[in-house]
C-alpha cells in the first residue's frame, strides 16, 4: 500500500485546504522541497504535487516550487503533478522536467477527446483524478457537480490507456472524517487499473482499512491534512501498512 504525501501548492508555500476552498488554506510551510525531502526521509514512495493556483488558472503556476521540488527529490522517487493539466504541450514539459505522472481531473471530463489524446501520446504517464460526492462526478474546483456517473466514467478512461485513477470523495476532503472505504473499493471492482483513495484521511484505522481492501484493486491512498496536523505520523502509517502487506 502506497502511503502519498500531498504537498498542496500556493504562492510557493506548502498548505492545505478543507473541502477545496481557497479561502479556507492553512500554510504549512514556506519551503516545499524542504516538505518534500521531509516525507521522503520519513518513507515516502512517491509524492502528489497539486498546483492550487494553476488549478484556477488553468496552467500549471507553481513552477519554481515544483521544480525545487524535483531536484531535491526527483532521482530518489516518482513524483505526480495535478492542477492545470490542461494541454499536450503542458503535459510534455511536466514530463520532460522530470515529473512521472500527470493527473488530470476537470478537463478529462469537460474535454475528453483531450484525455483520449494525452494517453496515446504519454501512455503509462496520464493517471486521471475523479472527484465525486454521492457517485456523481464534481468538476471545476468541486464547485459544480456533474450527471456523470463516477463508475461509467472510470471504465471509459481505463478503456484509453490511463495509468490509475486517483479517487477524492469530496465531502471528506481535509475534514479528517475517515476515508469513504466502501466507495473506493467499489470503483476499484469496477476497473482492472489501480485505485488510489483520496479525501478523508484521518487515522491508523483508515490505513489499516484500505490495507484489508488493497487486493480489491486499491493501490495506495493521498496523505493530507492529517499528516501535517499531526493526527497521523507518517513514518509510523508506512510501516504499519508495509507490516500489513508482509503477511497478507
Known sequence: MLLIPAIDLKDGHCVRL????????????????????????????????????GAFAGKPQNLAAIKAILREVGDDIPVQLGGGIRDLDTIERCIDGGLR??????????????????????????????????GKVATDGWSKLTG?????????FEDWGVESIIYTDIGRDGMLSGINVEATVKLAQAVTIPVIASGGLGSMADIEALCAVEDEGVQGVICGRAIYSGDLDFEAAQARADALGATA
Open 18 to 53: 478543507k473541502q477545496g476552498d481557497m479561502d479556507q488554506s492553512t500554510t504549512f510551510g514556506e519551503d516545499p522541497a524542504a516538505m518534500a525531502r521531509r516525507w521522503v526521509n520519513a518513507g515516502a514512495r512517491r509524492l502528489h504535487l497539486v498546483d492550487l493556483n
Open 101 to 134: 505522472y500527470v493527473i488530470i481531473g476537470t478537463a478529462a471530463v469537460k474535454n475528453p477527446g483531450f484525455l483520449k489524446d494525452a494517453c496515446t501520446a504519454f501512455g503509462g504517464h496520464i493517471i486521471v483524478g475523479l472527484d465525486a460526492k454521492d
Open 148 to 156: 456523470h456517473n463516477v463508475t461509467d466514467l472510470a471504465k471509459k
